[in-house]
């Protein structure tokens, strides 16, 4: 297979009306904001091999664009520190070797002080670069690129610092986030339904996006129907209670598996205190909400709880030309509740909750779209080589970034993986 | 999801032109005659934990019949010993619990001359049931899942004692094989072109299919190209004297993490003596025959070699468009080969070598067809809880019935595994 | 530290009043003996890798003699099968290499009848070299060291081997014991006291030792008291009622670790059937005799009880200066209970049980003697090598042979292992 | 077995001529020393399950204090934080559940900060308590056993932060040590002869001492020589040079294991930098020094290096014999070297260097002295659960407090530890 430069799809500049410095700009200080919450303590923890501490997300974005964009385009750049080129390379092969995943947690040096000097002087270089009009296309596109890996790099902080804190038997809250009024049960699901066909999906170049999201491609779909809103609370806990963790007839064989080894009994971050569930949050433990979407589960679990209810997963192809012709518009990071979000009274199920809130797992495997190319050199890595053994996500999540996501966005996990904002609609 | 009842898919009565009763009893006969080489001890040992001592293929294909059938078909059946239902219950969480599947290898009881008793039992049972004519279509069916459950077993049979011989350090052959000439370099591939469209793939419910193969739906497939052949081991060859298992470029990120860890130097039962590559088969070592398919490759070094090689595996959708107008011939264990073959001079590529020799690897993950509904109870777990971390493999093999094997058949398997006879073709 | 010759310390030619050659084919005919009740299917399992099949056994002190006195002694001597020297090579490495010990099970090849051609082919050689008198010395020490070494196997099979059958769900029964009318309660122990001082312990150089009981030498011993009996099941379940395994203060730390990570709640080969407490024996699952001596506990079980009952293990050295004045008599492998006993009424309580029954743990770790010199060459690999963590183990046991057991005997295993036939009496 | 209260050993007020109040201040303070070259994120990392986290220790320490002494002393006294009680609780078993050992890392609060406001709040409700006149014995000799127990700490404070900096690719240096100048090769070892005979050792009950250092008690010990001064690197180095690592003979059974599984090619942070060793001290990587006593030895590594040298490891009664006689001097942590030191020309050799420098691994297994009690209560769980598989050391280190050592101390690690300052000499 050949592959293509970035250059031809990652070509936007920045967001919408945004001067491309300007949105680098912003974006790098929603890193800093999101860390404002943290002790230094905070930073060091790795709390297992999947994630990392939010010093290394610190550091390593910074990597990508120091050695992504400053080293290519500045003529005899000299790195900050040549270490850092093995300490915060995250799985580059084709950059060379990478300090190992599983000990992120070990480093206490450099320190945050140190990581934030490296910051600031990546930063400084980049705005001359991004002054200068005459930079090329190139260069544009591998800063989009560095700012959309920041955005899911924002997320994965997220994700990770709350596994740090529900690690913690202290249970730090992060930030007290914003509150909604509590919102009545979301009601009955209602079907969106569509006729089968010959549809295209896939990025159509206007924009940016990444490879793992062309080439636009035809796909029979046959015709199917999906559900108006997110599996809730209340409807997961049905299954919690009717025994759903204890019946291996509704599990795949390695979804029973993990039931068995991680002792599973309900959701991730779920606890059961006599007569009530509450669930750890970024604002803390708190009683668990039924209206809110379930999140913290793994696509077994959404599986399962989908063959339990009679129903299916939906694919990505059926997500996507459903989510096609819908406004990008949910509750994102941008909102601040760092959790998804009950379904507000008269909010319209057009399909609703399609963006924001939780990542939707779908029946898809994570492969490659006929006729794939990927990136050109190392970035080629970026999304490619992980095309095995992963579930593909649709959506965004409460802790993805607004201007981070659209309708082909394809996310991708394991399917054992349960510590991201993760949840899921059904299909039948 | 509802499920079908097994007779409506499973209505065949064993091969063509032979009454049930008949092929039952070749089929069984047959597995005997596959364990005519060895001695008693080789049906005890198991391995690894993917494979199974043959003594225990030996009762629990016989448990299948016992369970499946009689205990359903006759009224008050006994079983010839209860705890048979624990000790060869290989995976049926509906049925009961299971003795676990590592420690198949730890039970020096009960003894294989116990279980040819077990075997004689259940046969002698089996024959009358087989010769009363009212007997059920629903019977019907479930013997022919048996039969086909039986083959699966005899190639499994094959596979792990070639582990258990390879295993030890004395490489105890198998049987002498029947050998071809030596055939001649297989000359480069040929390209079988395929134009793009709707396609209908999946089982038409004619004759004998496994659930997992329904229903027959249509799908999308973009113009394509199939190798007319097979790689073979000297183009393997060249992908392992150039550096391939060496170069993190061309892998797959938990490919390159088998490799690793596994320490991947070539295929598996390659051994580099000198200059020479020899190889294990069923008739012990011998030097590599560079004009046989290439064998015993996980999908990771298939899906390696495609991307060194500027191509790409086709989908399963790809292959069986191309398999379904082609009558099923090759190279099957009925052949008494027990390992590949190089094609022949002269043999038709239309293309050549889609059945026998060696499963193929396909670029597509094992999941449900659109609309697929699994068997009911028990058997429903026969296919359907695998469809998650495993990759569609094509066209039988050289330890494969022929009356085992049709275009539209799913066989299944994770993507780190070499002990089947795996091969592969590419497509572009 | 220089080494000693083997000859200087094994000087016996067999037992007493028993030429060598007669006493060789004895205890190899007695192996064989232990062999009877096994099916082939029996040889081949190793049920955990500290056990070993039996027919590895077979071939290893075959080996044995093979390696040690006929490749010496016969010039010229050519293997019998130069891969066995591997195969069936423990744990010398001044031999060479060795085929994985974990592994032993994962061999069907040799068989069970190749191997007995070896086993015959061996002591053809052996017959012919025992008949010469012209031998040296060093050929009857290095014979003698090969008997004893036999002898250790032939128990090691027989605890082996109730693995392997208390592995199976099907509990086999190995052999049908003989059994001795019901005893009565062991009554009170009586305390066996000794003044203190310096007194004189370790191997005199009359007759057979094996080189860790040597050099005799002094040691200071406080004045004591040594219990009069083991410590019979009756007792021991009243620590097991008393809550002993559910309380860690009565535990060493990594005892208490083997309690939680093992989920030990009993002796091994205990289980609770409701009201009763039953016990797999070489003789089949049979209720709990409450008369016996406590048997398959562990180091840590045996400190754990003392020091619930407010006692001590006695040193090596305490049980050493007891044990020397008496005569070797006791419940051996040649009585054919395979079994420890209940002591009889009436029994002479000098102690009583000293030899045979169970090995009896001591609260010594296996060290060497001060001035101690191992044997020469390989054979300094014999003990030598396992002087660190081991704890000291005296006495013999029920499947000891009388003739391999003596008051200076050393035997030693890690503190957490359970499967040899091992209790303990107290001290204080 | 009966337990023996604290009071009866630990009495002593601290250092000579000291005051109990103004020791404790001193030790206190003499942690916060320790800490002063580190930057927050050094307190929070856990780099091998066997270390700790340096605010760990700070906690812990102070924990220590208020469970021992404060809670017991005070009426009502209200624990600081009801959870340290789990998080800083060590391995007592008998005061409550511990939060697992290995997680420790995992705990990014509480902060250094909030650690530091706990042992702010316990100094001052320990002052109070210790300017009580009317306090009792009991508290006397509990805040020596917790002073003796933060001076353990401090050392593992050390050790465990130089290992934090090795496994950090960046090899950060803790402290720029002071340095002697270079001293010249230590020249032949001399022998320092004892006559055999029975010998008292043990502590003698003036001043504090640690249970597992009672009763004095007789024990016979031969005549021996005890080499005058520790083994230096360039004799090490003759054993790594002569292929010590690679030939199994001179080693016991599981230290082969060891340097097989662990890779061992030299001493613990010994690095072959093509023809020089370098070395990793608390004052960064540096050129091996070979006057300097070889240090970060296993007892395995010593044990082979004394067999391969023709001697062997002295027993610890050997060693307390010669030792009681000598005065308590050496380079103790107060010396500030952070590295054992070359012996100076000029050192008398009575035999040199018993104390300080680094901890002798003797041949002696941790064991009970006969007629040994232990403490009462949880502090029973101190010392005393620990006898069994770990090895007895010697004479204190380059990281031990002067006021902490004696000649009866019995320190005890596993034989494959290598961590702490460990090395060795030779007797005969």
New interface residues.
């Given amino acids: 297979?050949?592959s293509q430069p970035v250059a031809m799809f990652a070509d936007d500049q920045g967001a919408p009306g945004l001067a491309l410095a300007e949105h680098y700009e912003k974006v790098r200080r929603f890193t800093l904001h999101l860390c404002e919450p943290l002790?230094?303590?905070?930073?060091?923890?790795q709390?297992m091999a999947d994630a990392s501490p939010t010093?290394w997300h610190l550091a390593h974005t910074t990597w990508f664009f120091e050695h992504f964009v400053l080293s290519k385009a500045l003529d005899g750049y000299r790195p900050f520190d040549a270490?850092y080129n093995?300490?915060f390379n995250s799985?580059y092969?084709?950059v060379g070797p990478q300090?190992a995943r599983a000990?992120r947690?070990?480093?206490?040096?450099?320190?945050?002080?140190e990581i934030t000097r490296y910051r600031d002087h990546v930063d400084r270089l980049m705005a001359e670069l991004l002054e200068n009009p005459q930079r090329s296309e190139q260069v544009n596109a591998l800063v989009s690129v560095g700012l959309h890996h920041e955005q899911q790099h924002q997320e994965l902080l997220l994700t990770d610092i709350k596994h740090?804190f529900y690690?913690?038997?202290?249970r730090?809250t992060y930030r007290t986030p914003k509150r909604l009024t509590q919102a009545p049960a979301a009601g009955q699901t209602g079907w969106h339904a569509c006729s089968g066909g010959?549809y295209r999906i896939g990025h159509n170049a206007q924009g940016f996006a990444f490879d793992n999201e062309t080439p636009r491609?035809?796909?029979?779909?046959?015709p199917f129907e999906l559900s108006d809103r997110l599996v809730t609370n209340a409807e997961f806990m049905e299954f919690v209670e009717a025994g759903g963790y204890h019946d291996?007839?509704f599990?795949?064989?390695?979804?029973?598996a993990a039931v068995c080894t991680g002792g599973w009994q309900a959701p991730m971050y779920w606890e059961n205190h006599g007569s009530d569930w509450w669930q750890m949050t970024l604002g803390g433990m708190r009683p668990l909400d039924r209206s809110e979407p379930v999140c913290h589960v793994s696509?077994?679990e959404a599986?399962a709880y989908a063959?339990w209810a009679?129903?299916?997963l939906p694919s990505e192809a059926e997500w996507e030309v459903v989510a096609a012709s819908l406004e990008v518009r949910g509750n994102f990071v941008d909102d601040g509740f760092y959790h998804p979000v009950a379904m507000q009274p008269g909010a319209e199920r057009q399909p609703a909750q399609l963006f924001g809130d939780v990542w939707e797992w779908t029946?898809?495997?994570y492969?490659?779209y006929?006729?794939h190319r990927p990136w050109t050199d190392a970035l080629g890595e970026y999304n490619n080589?992980?095309?095995?053994?992963q579930?593909v996500l649709r959506g965004g999540s409460c802790a993805s970034s607004a201007s981070h996501v659209r309708a082909t966005y394809r996310n991708f996990f394991a399917?054992h993986t349960r510590w991201q904002f993760t949840g899921f609609r059904v299909a039948r």
Wanted: glycine share 6%; net charge positive.
């Fill in positions: 297979m050949t002790v230094v303590e905070d930073y060091v923890v709390s010093k270490q093995v300490l799985y092969n084709s300090h000990q947690g070990l480093l206490s040096r450099p320190s945050v002080e740090v690690t913690n038997p202290l730090p010959v491609h035809s796909t029979f779909i046959a291996p007839r599990w795949l064989s390695d979804g029973w696509f077994y599986e063959r009679g129903a299916r029946a898809s495997p492969t490659a006929p006729g080589k992980f095309m095995c053994n579930m399917a």
